[in-house]
């Protein structure tokens, strides 16, 4: 059974730069860290993925999640009036 070693993602990010400006082949640089060709190639995709998302700001939601979020405070608020009518008409048809 092999032992799978864990790489933080600073090493990965050097390793990755290393890849790309090296003008190396991709085999050779992961020959360099002892990693295989496939691991450094999948890191290499995952990097030009979410590359772009690195400088959004913090916090920063997307419409759609920030269109859910208002339209489940306007459903609750709607929900607590549709409660209150009705305790209201219950206790008005009573007298």
Do not use: C
Not at 19 to 44: D, F, M
């Amino acid at each position: 059974m092999s032992k799978q070693r864990k790489f933080n993602p600073r090493l990965k990010f050097q390793i990755i730069l290393e890849a790309i400006k090296s003008g190396r082949a991709q085999t050779e640089v992961a020959r360099q860290y002892s990693i295989h060709p496939q691991l450094l190639i999948n890191w290499k995709k995952q990097f030009f993925e979410k590359g772009p998302f690195i400088f959004e700001e913090k916090g920063k939601k997307d419409n759609s999640a920030r269109k859910a979020e208002e339209l489940e405070r306007i459903i609750g608020q709607q929900t607590i009036e549709i409660q209150l009518l009705k305790k209201f008409l219950g206790h008005a048809s009573l007298v």
